[in-house]
């Protein structure tokens, strides 16, 4: 199964730029890289999802590698609400039919004023 | 379109008992995930149904089960309640055509105690 490996906190201010780099050794062929982002008590929320190189929306831009072994989520210009947890997921196919994702411990994201 | 809605929002059991807990996936998707979140802890997938059969499972055991309806709204049953089921439920819905899975959407999560 693959496993993802982030840190477990970071900090930032208002206004900065975050990048948070996750590792996924063992990614499969298959798989996509999802991230969430989750406030507290709150289900996860969609961010991106991308297979290579680089995907673009309007609140964030994945950048992944041709080895695709890693992968960086980043936040442009940063602001208090963005504070949350943020999960870096790749699927696993569990058999014919079901795909999971496999969360992590996340990144603890706390933006300062 | 409606989101991925779940009651109750928090529920307190004692060990021993049985708890079901309720999903109404969103509008037009046809799988149903569920996952347990224990504190400080990333969700853990528990099972997946998709038209109304479970077609995958986690490291869960049987006293964990479910049930999907044909209109797409969806059930966890727990048996025999233990301490440690203490935590956030998260139900996911999703629309798998063919071989393509895209996004899951969460709702805002059940509140388990188990006493």
């Known amino acids: 199964l693959a496993k993802t490996t982030q840190p477990i906190s970071m900090d930032s201010y208002e206004g900065q730029e975050v990048n948070i780099t996750c590792s996924h050794n063992?990614?499969?062929?298959?798989?996509?890289i999802t991230w969430y982002q989750q406030f507290p008590s709150q289900g996860p929320r969609f961010i991106i999802q991308g297979y290579k190189t680089k995907v673009t929306n309007e609140v964030a831009s994945l950048f992944i590698p041709a080895d695709r072994k890693s992968s960086t989520l980043s936040l442009p210009r940063v602001s208090l609400s963005d504070t949350a947890v943020y999960y870096c997921l790749v699927g696993d196919i569990v058999q014919r039919g079901t795909y999971k994702y496999i969360f992590g411990t996340g990144t603890r994201l706390k933006v300062l004023a | 379109e409606t989101g991925v809605t779940q009651s109750p929002t928090h529920l307190i059991k004692t060990r021993g008992q049985q708890v079901t807990l309720r999903c109404s996936s969103q509008s037009g998707h046809n799988t149903v995930s569920w996952y347990q979140q224990a504190l400080g802890q990333g969700p853990q997938f528990i099972f997946q149904?998709?038209?109304?059969?479970?077609?995958g499972r986690g490291n869960f055991p049987p006293r964990f089960s479910g049930l999907q309806f044909p209109n797409y709204s969806s059930e966890l049953n727990v048996n025999a309640l233990e301490l440690d089921d203490s935590a956030l439920y998260l139900c996911a819905s999703s629309l798998v055509v063919g071989s393509v899975y895209n996004e899951q959407f969460f709702g805002p999560g059940t509140r388990l105690t188990v006493l």
């Open positions: 149904y998709y038209r109304e059969e479970e077609n």
């Open positions: 063992n990614i499969a062929t298959n798989d996509y």
